[in-house]
């Protein structure tokens, strides 16, 4: 197989049922977005935690998952892969099980800490931008509604990973002063 057919040369490409579209549109930036924060959290691995790299590598299937979903403009294909209400679910014992490892969140933090967790948190702020765009796309096109639901909670799930791995790197939260 190729990397390179020259098919986008002219700023077009092609989704999953072949049809053209610019690589300007909505639902390119979409997925192209959700690429960017599969990209920032394979920065991430290895984090020097195995539980927390084998939740990120999940995750990272995860989006890939996304990504086709989003890459195909009938949400009702059949040929699909499309994201379950199962993956959100995942992501929401994921942050039930790890919030339990912290102490309460009292106040709004800075995005910062250890390089990996300082990195999810980067993640994590891709990751809403990703959710914007898909909320932008489905204003105008018909996309699986799961997709929002999940990308809203892997930012969730992205932050709390960030806070354990600062908290089990002895990194102290840091509020902002207003």
């Known amino acids: 197989m190729k990397v390179y ?5 002219e700023g077009m490409t092609d989704l999953r049922d072949m049809s053209r579209v610019s690589k300007t549109s909505f639902r390119i930036e979409a997925y192209g977005t959700v690429d960017e924060a599969n990209s920032a959290i394979g920065v ?3 984090s020097g935690y195995d539980d927390v790299d ?3 590598r999940e995750i990272q299937n995860h989006l890939h998952i996304v990504q086709a979903d989003l890459a195909t403009p009938d949400p009702e294909d059949e040929d699909t892969p499309h994201l379950q209400p199962e993956h959100t679910e995942w992501l929401e014992e994921l942050i039930d099980g790890y919030d339990d490892e912290l102490e309460p969140l009292e106040s709004f933090i800075l995005p910062s800490g250890s390089d990996v967790g300082a990195r999810l948190h980067q993640a994590r702020a891709i990751c809403r931008r990703a959710e914007r765009r898909c909320v932008d796309l489905a204003g105008d096109e018909p996309i699986n509604a799961e997709v929002v639901a999940y990308l809203n909670r892997l930012s969730d799930a992205l932050f709390v990973l960030a806070r354990v791995v600062n908290a089990r790197d002895g990194i102290e939260e840091e509020s902002p002063q207003y």
């Open 44 to 46: 991430l691995r290895p």
């Open 5 to 9: 057919t020259g098919r986008g040369d």
């Open 54 to 56: 084998e939740q990120l």
